[in-house]
Every structure is written in C-alpha cells, then in structure tokens.
C-alpha cells in the first residue's frame, strides 16, 4: 500500500513539476523579450531626448552670445557718450578760460586807460560839451 501511494503521488507530482518548469521557462522568456523591448524603445527614447538636449545647449548659446554682445554694444555706446561728454565738458571750461582771460585783459586794459588823470579831465571835458550843446 505504501508503494501505491508514493506512485499515485509521484504521478501527480512529476507533471506539475514539469509543467511548472516549463512555465517558469517560458515566463523568462518573455520577460526577457518584454524587457530587450522595453531597453531597445528606451534607448530610442534616450538618444532622441540627449539630442533634444544638446540642441538646447545650443540654442542657450546662440542666445548668450547674443546677449553678451548687445551688452558689450551697450557698453561701448556708453563710453563713447562718456566720452564726448567729457570733451564737450572740456571745451566749455576752456572757452570759459579763454573768456575770462580776454575780458580780464580788456578790463584791465580800460580801467588803465580811464584811471590816468589825462583821459578822465578829457572825458569830463567832452561831456560837458555835450551837455552844454544840448
């Protein structure tokens, strides 16, 4: 009876083991084909996203450099204002100099000329006339 029952549960036992094995070989399998699958779509994936990216480093570039140079043309306009500024600034101070100069010199040069007693016993004589004429 004992030997009965060991070959009725090997009987049983033998098929579910092999059916097991074989469906555990075959769900490898197509895990294994699912997952190449998945690698080969996400490696599509990738490359399309890695060139995505490096076309936005250079548009990021592109627009640096252009910002970089409208702020250097800024710059350099500022400085030629600066600069003409300065020579303006500079010009009106030396016409200021040379005003001064000349109306110092010719304020001198009168006050020379009208403080001498000759000329102010002159200039009362003439006027007098004048006075007298009218």
């Known amino acids: 009876m004992n030997a009965n029952l ?4 090997l009987i049983a036992v033998i098929p579910a083991i092999i059916t097991g094995v074989g469906s555990l ?5 197509k895990c294994r084909n699912e997952i190449n ?14 060139k995505q990216h490096e076309i936005d ?3 990021l570039k592109e627009k640096y450099k252009l910002e970089a140079e409208a702020k250097q043309q800024e ?5 030629k204002e600066m600069e003409t ?9 030396e016409k200021e100099f040379e005003n001064q100069a000349k109306y110092g010199m010719m304020g001198d040069f009168f006050k020379g ?11 009362d004589k003439k006027l007098k006339e004048e006075f007298n004429k009218k």
Do not use: G, P, R
């Open 6 to 9: 060991w070959i009725q549960l």
């Open 25 to 29: 070989i075959i769900a490898l399998k």
């Open 37 to 50: 699958t998945l690698e080969t779509s996400n490696k599509c994936e990738i490359e399309k996203l890695m």
């Open 57 to 59: 480093i250079e548009k």
């Open 75 to 79: 710059h350099d306009l500022k400085i």
């Open 85 to 93: 500024e300065c020579k303006n600034e500079i010009l009106k101070k």
């Open 113 to 123: 000329i009208f403080s001498s007693s000759e000329v102010q016993k002159e200039l």
